[in-house]
C-alpha cells in the first residue's frame, strides 16, 4: 500500500446489519456429502499489515471451530506483498498447519495485487467449486474496471468474494463494494479495535461456506457478536 492511512472508528451497526442482511438473502451452499466447504482466505500482506496479519493468524482457529460440526473446512491462504510477490497454500483442514505457515510470513512494502488473488480464485473455482472468498485489506491501486469484470467472473462461477476494508479509504470503500456486488458476496468496514466484530463476520463466512444460510440459523442462539445477530435476522426479525 501507499502512504499511512488512519483507521475508522468501529463500525457502525447499521453497517454490520447491512453486511450480515446481504449474506441472508444469498443462496445456499452446500458443499456436498462427504466434502468440506471449500473457503480462500486472502490477506493483503504488504508493509504496514502486520498487525491485521497477526490478528488474521488467530482469527482463523475461531473459523475452524465454527465450522466443526457441519464436517470442517478445507481452507487456502493466499496473499501478496513486496515487489509482485503473491502466494498461496495447498488447500488444508488442519488448523494449526495453516497458522503455522501464516506465522512464518512477515509483510514488505509493495502495491496492491488484487487482480492475482481474482485470478486465482477463478482458476481455483474451475478446478473444483470453492464456496466462498474472504479478502482482507485497505487499499486499491490497480485498474478497477479490470478488478471488476474479474469480480463478475467469480459470480458466474457461484463463488461469492467477502470484503473486509480496514481503514478510512473512500476509494478502497467503493471498489471493494462494487467488487463484492459483481461476485454475489458481501463487503463489511472493521478495525483492529473491532476484532471481535470481525472474528464473528469471519466465523459467518466459514459457516456460509460449509454449510450455507440454513447452518447459520442453527448457530447456538448464546453465541455473541454479528453471528448472533445473522441467526436472528435468519429467524425472521428483519
Same mark, same amino acid.
Given at each position: 500500500?501507499?502512504?499511512?492511512?488512519?483507521?475508522?472508528?468501529?463500525?457502525?451497526?447499521?453497517?454490520?446489519?447491512?453486511?450480515?442482511?446481504?449474506?441472508?438473502?444469498?443462496?445456499?451452499?452446500?458443499?456436498?456429502?462427504?466434502?468440506?466447504?471449500?473457503?480462500?482466505?486472502?490477506?493483503?500482506? *504488504?508493509?504496514?499489515?502486520?498487525?491485521?496479519?497477526?490478528?488474521?493468524?488467530?482469527?482463523?482457529?475461531?473459523?475452524?471451530?465454527?465450522?466443526? /460440526?457441519?464436517?470442517?473446512?478445507?481452507?487456502?491462504?493466499?496473499?501478496?506483498?513486496?515487489?509482485?510477490?503473491?502466494? =498461496?497454500?495447498?488447500?488444508?483442514?488442519?488448523?494449526?498447519?495453516?497458522?503455522?505457515?501464516?506465522? *512464518?510470513?512477515?509483510?514488505?512494502?509493495?502495491?496492491?495485487?488484487?487482480?492475482?488473488?481474482?485470478?486465482? =480464485?477463478?482458476?481455483?473455482?474451475?478446478?473444483?467449486?470453492?464456496?466462498?472468498?474472504?479478502?482482507?485489506?485497505?487499499?486499491? $491501486?490497480?485498474?478497477?474496471?479490470?478488478?471488476?469484470?474479474?469480480?463478475? $467472473?467469480?459470480?458466474?462461477?457461484?463463488?461469492?468474494?467477502?470484503?473486509?476494508?480496514?481503514?478510512?479509504?473512500?476509494?478502497? $470503500?467503493?471498489?471493494?463494494?462494487?467488487?463484492?456486488?459483481?461476485? @454475489?458476496? /458481501?463487503?463489511?468496514?472493521?478495525?483492529?479495535?473491532?476484532?471481535? *466484530?470481525?472474528?464473528?463476520?469471519?466465523?459467518?463466512?466459514?459457516?456460509?461456506?460449509?454449510?450455507?444460510?440454513?447452518?447459520?440459523?442453527?448457530?447456538?442462539?448464546?453465541?455473541? @457478536?454479528? /453471528?448472533?445477530?445473522?441467526?436472528?435476522?435468519?429467524?425472521?426479525?428483519?
Amino acid at each position: 500500500m501507499t502512504g499511512d492511512r488512519r483507521l475508522t472508528d468501529k463500525p457502525t451497526s447499521a453497517a454490520v446489519s447491512a453486511f450480515l442482511k446481504r449474506v441472508q438473502t444469498m443462496p445456499a451452499v452446500r458443499a456436498g456429502s462427504g466434502r468440506r466447504g471449500r473457503l480462500l482466505f486472502t490477506v493483503d500482506a *504488504t508493509a504496514s499489515r502486520q498487525p491485521t496479519w497477526d490478528r488474521a493468524c488467530f482469527l482463523t482457529g475461531h473459523m475452524f471451530e465454527a465450522t466443526r /460440526a457441519l464436517g470442517g473446512l478445507s481452507m487456502s491462504l493466499a496473499y501478496y506483498r513486496g515487489y509482485g510477490e503473491f502466494m =498461496a497454500t495447498p488447500w488444508l483442514s488442519d488448523v494449526d498447519e495453516i497458522t503455522r505457515r501464516m506465522t *512464518t510470513v512477515s509483510c514488505l512494502g509493495g502495491q496492491t495485487q488484487i487482480q492475482k488473488v481474482l485470478d486465482h =480464485a477463478i482458476a481455483e473455482t474451475r478446478k473444483e467449486r470453492v464456496n466462498a472468498l474472504v479478502f482482507v485489506g485497505d487499499a486499491v $491501486e490497480e485498474n478497477v474496471d479490470v478488478l471488476a469484470h474479474r469480480a463478475g $467472473e467469480l459470480g458466474m462461477l457461484n463463488c461469492p468474494g467477502f470484503f473486509f476494508h480496514e481503514g478510512g479509504d473512500p476509494f478502497a $470503500e467503493r471498489c471493494f463494494r462494487e467488487l463484492a456486488r459483481l461476485s @454475489g458476496g /458481501a463487503y463489511a468496514p472493521f478495525d483492529l479495535s473491532s476484532a471481535d *466484530t470481525l472474528r464473528d463476520l469471519l466465523a459467518a463466512v466459514a459457516v456460509y461456506a460449509a454449510g450455507g444460510r440454513e447452518a447459520l440459523s442453527r448457530l447456538p442462539p448464546q453465541r455473541s @457478536g454479528a /453471528a448472533a445477530l445473522l441467526t436472528h435476522q435468519l429467524s425472521g426479525r428483519h
